[in-house]
């Protein structure tokens, strides 16, 4: 896996991502730091990266299983140190999974098994944060 990040320039604190599969982000800072507020901060990619994974975890965990999952939302809060480096020290995981007659096992299973054996970036994070999460089921 490879990304190159490129600055900006010096009017600010912007940051562009190109990632080894050919896509782009965008970083920028708070006023207070130097930034222009044109993009999300570095730790907010890295708290939407773990969203996103844990959220492709159970969707296709879900497909797999032939279960009929139509929507799936992760909501994140999280906390971090007061003193540098600022890591999370907590992240909660609120999940919202939409389909036609799931399973609340299959669901709980889901969810379990991308926090526990397969999201990658939750296993990184989970050494420096408490990570916890819950589950709200909808029928579509």
Known sequence: MQCTIDWGGPEGML????TGSGHVAAMDGAPEG?????APRPMEMLL????????YDVVLILRRGR??????????DADRAETDP?????????????G???????????????H??????SAMLGRTAEITYSINMVEA
């Open 15 to 18: 940051f562009v991502a190109r």
């Open 34 to 38: 130097g930034g222009n507020n044109l």
């Open 48 to 55: 939407a990266g773990a969203g996103g994974c844990a959220a």
């Open 67 to 76: 279960h009929e999952v139509t929507g799936c939302q992760v909501a994140l």
């Open 86 to 98: 600022k890591v999370f020290t907590r992240i909660h995981f609120t999940f919202t999974v939409t």
């Open 100 to 114: 036609k007659n799931l399973p609340q096992a299959a669901v709980e299973r889901a969810v379990q098994l991308s």
């Open 116 to 121: 526990e054996k397969y999201c990658s970036a």
